[in-house]
């Protein structure tokens, strides 16, 4: 079977390699040391020891946990790479997968169903094959408020998602769209587009 040709490539970044971990090196030493300091202060004899020990144990516990923050961030300066794209290299729309993409939401509350309706109507924007792809929300809590604005929502995405794909826009989802000041990277010449956009507005 032949080879297809990848849609992206790494490189390893070998200097920043040798950096970081010369540096995560010196780094560890420097932390063992201060462990080895700040037990050697439990084990000394009681009539030897001028500072409080309670301060001294939360001191010691706070460095502990920076200490264990800074070895998990490790992973990701321990091998950097630099990725590149090529979108050019994707097959064409009938040879994509079909995907589904689940939007889950459980609590109203905490979950406005506003922004929950933004992500859905983002999801439908997306530049992907119309066709072949499919939004679902799963509602856990059964809310009607969910399910009002889900009407809603597809009501918009009716004329939302084409505007989205006759302009080009890069900002799919409405609420950050028109609430940035930006100009959203696309094909804005003219007043046909301004109207349009005007007509989004009031929809």
Not at 2 to 28: C, Q
Not at 36 to 44: D, G
Not at 154 to 164: E, G, M, S, T
């Amino acid at each position: 079977m032949e080879k297809s040709v990848p849609l992206h490539v790494y490189h390893v970044n070998k200097t920043s390699i040798i950096i970081n971990r010369a540096h995560a090196f010196l780094h560890s030493i420097a932390l063992l040391f201060l462990i080895h300091y700040r037990l050697s202060f439990f084990f000394q004899h009681p009539k030897n020891t001028t500072i409080p020990t309670l301060p001294w144990l939360l001191i010691f516990v706070s460095e502990l946990l920076l200490s264990l923050a800074w070895l998990f961030t490790q992973s990701y300066c321990w091998r950097p790479v630099t990725r590149t794209v090529f979108p050019e290299r994707l097959p064409a729309d009938d040879k994509l997968p079909a995907i589904d993409v689940f939007i889950c939401t459980a609590d109203p509350n905490k979950e406005p169903s506003v922004e929950v309706m933004n992500t859905v109507i983002s999801a439908m924007a997306l530049d992907y094959p119309p066709e072949k792809l499919h939004v679902y929300v799963s509602d856990d809590a059964g809310s009607d408020a969910t399910l009002r604005c889900t009407k809603e929502a597809w009501n918009f995405a009716r004329y939302w998602v084409p505007f989205c794909r006759k302009y080009d826009l890069v900002t799919a989802c409405p609420d950050v769209y028109f609430s940035s000041s930006e100009v959203d990277s696309g094909n804005f010449e003219g007043s046909e587009f301004k109207a349009a956009r005007t007509k989004m507005e009031v929809i």
